[in-house]
T-cell receptor
Framework: DQQVKQNSPSLSVQEGRISILNCDYT??????FLWYKKYPAEGPTFLIS?????DKNEDGRFTVFLNKSAKHLSLHIVPSQPGDSAVYFC????????????FGKGTRLHILP | NAGVTQTPKFQVLKTGQSMTLQCAQD?????MSWYRQDPGMGLRLIHYSVGAGITDQGEVPNGYNVSRSTTEDFPLRLLSAAPSQTSVYFC????????????FGAGSRLTVL
């Protein structure tokens, strides 16, 4: 039973346009959501997060939106840049415990020149 | 500031051999964990530790042992390697529970023949 779902294995976006990565979850106990970015041959790095008490968090070009009623979150990257090409993992945590962080399967983002 | 250091980066084993993947962090983090990443499977938690002397199982612990004798080190042991353990392994650490953000190592690619 997959609790955190990233249904798009890959996404291609033109440089300068908006990239939207989606994530759905099933467990209503999740209280914190995170996005990690991963380049080849490197470990994932933290990108942005959002608490379940908020519906939006913004950090520069990156914005995460949370729709609790739909159990859906999305990551918006505006404008998209070549360095954004990477795999993006959505993750969700519950119970204020680091061991209760569940990762999605990831979405590979390709930024086209 | 090295962060999380994993060794070795690459390893090839024969079925039945044993080995240890090393992980060290210099951030004085209490929480450390091991994940494996397989194609189409995302990141899955193997074992974790919330402090020296304390370890517990994650989602996929079978075939792996861990110990935490110091705050800095969290080795992962494969006692009898199997082809199903071919994967990329990531060590991660985090601050006090609730810190939300994990810092990952660069990964160790293991192939079991």
């Amino acid at each position: 039973d997959q609790q955190v779902k990233q249904n798009s294995p890959s996404l291609s976006v033109q440089e300068g346009r908006i990239s939207i990565l989606n994530c759905d979850y099933t467990n209503s106990m999740f209280d914190y959501f995170l996005w990690y970015k991963k380049y080849p041959a490197e470990g994932p790095t933290f990108l942005i997060s959002i608490s379940s008490i908020k519906d939006k968090n913004e950090d520069g070009r990156f914005t995460v939106f949370l729709n609790k009623s739909a159990k859906h979150l999305s990551l918006h990257i505006v404008p998209s840049q070549p360095g954004d090409s990477a795999v993006y993992f959505c993750a969700a945590r519950w119970g204020n415990r680091d061991d209760k962080i569940i990762f999605g399967k990831g979405t590979r983002l390709h930024i086209l020149p | 500031n090295a962060g999380v250091t994993q060794t070795p980066k690459f390893q090839v084993l024969k079925t039945g051999q044993s080995m240890t993947l090393q992980c060290a962090q210099d951030m004085n983090h209490e929480y450390m964990s091991w994940y494996r990443q397989d194609p189409g499977m995302g990141l899955r938690l193997i074992h974790y530790s919330v402090g020296a002397g304390i370890t517990d199982q994650g989602e996929v612990p079978n075939g792996y042992n861990v110990s935490r004798s110091t705050t800095e080190d969290f080795p992962l042991r494969l006692l009898s390697a199997a082809p199903s353990q071919t994967s990329v392994y990531f060590c991660a650490s985090g601050g006090a529970s609730g810190a939300n953000v994990l810092t990952f190592g660069a990964g160790s690619r293991l192939t079991v023949l």
